[in-house]
């Protein structure tokens, strides 16, 4: 939070995968108002545990996207209580968790397009979605679609070099093939497909927004050099696909102006223009100002790494997107999905939520932890294909788990011990 805008300012969204957050920049790119709605512990009738819904295959993971809808009015409500004024607004774009998708259930564009000012927006959409629960990234039901894929266009390393990237589970080309199999009515009665990134892009337009050509490359559709859909890969997925995905743009375009229900409800100037938003990944590169040969890490939800590219070289690893700063460069990026959430998970059983209390325990230790070294993969991870907890000691032997001693619910020097059992604390957090 901070104070009320009364200058002219611009206004960055971010749909992650546990919240919605909003800052606002004045000309100076300094940030003097922030808010976030919190998915678990702001909207608790979702459900959601790190945002997301974890079936019972342990491999769909979803998301309600009425959630991120209600997250939207939630902000600009307590926004436009503080005293904000968003008649300052000059223009807005924003991040959304990549590979995440919006289906739009036919008939939504009219409703989106003729909003009532007097009534929120997610008592409006209700009736919008085909699909109530969005695949997200953490989402790997669909190895048999990702396989179907690479054959049809001949093999991993042809679909890489055409898309970036050889088929993975979480990339929404393979998603749609999988709704398209499973319940092709739902499919049927979609009239648009969006990513996060152009769903909520949408909400402000009131009209679909296009993809952009960044988050569109985590798709396994569009063909990175010609920054087009790739037909073969549409035709592999589902029929009429290309009309349901519509407009491709470069990432940096103004895709119109704020729609008259942000106007007449919360004062927005009526030519605030809505910039195309892209992914949480290219939003990354764009927003720390990489150039060429610069190499960054960020530690969110996922870890990535990623980096600035001319030309790329695709592999059977890691990803080639378009490069949201240059359409003309490309952004070469790793994805772990244990990331974040992993952490927390390891901290609320080993310190009792407490990241001061982890970091006492962290700093008990020797340097090096004695050679020990373990890796934690809740999920099936990316990059290595694995999952489990993997320890290993000074000789480098794996180490069987021993027992689950955070149950006790706090560190206690009596729970510690030196063997060949790895930790990452001074205590077995397995």
Known sequence: MAEPASHRCCLGWDFSTQQVKVIAVDADLNVFYEDSVHFDSDLLEFGTQGGVHIHKDGLTVTSPVLMWVQALDVILEK??????????????????????????????????????PDLLLHQQLQACFSISDCPVWMDSSTTAQCRQLEAAVGGAQTLSCLTGSRAYERFTGNQIAKIYQQDPEAYSHTERISLVSSFAASLFLGFYSPIDYSDGSGMNLLQIHDKVWSQVCLDACAPHLEEKLGLLVPSCSVVGAVSSYYVQRYGFHPGCKVVAFTGDNPASLAGMRLEEGDIAVSLGTSDTLFLWLQEPTPALEGHIFCNPVDPQHYLALLCFKNGSLMREKIRDASASGSWNEFSKALRSTEMGNGGNLGFYFDVMEITPEIIGHHRFNAENHECPRQRFWPLEGHLTTETSYRCSQMCLVPQCIS
């Open 79 to 116: 926004m436009k209580a503080s005293g904000f004024d968003f008649s300052q607004v000059l223009a807005m774009s924003g991040a959304g968790q990549q590979h995440g998708s919006v289906y739009w259930k036919t008939g939504a564009s009219q409703v989106l397009t003729s909003l009532s």
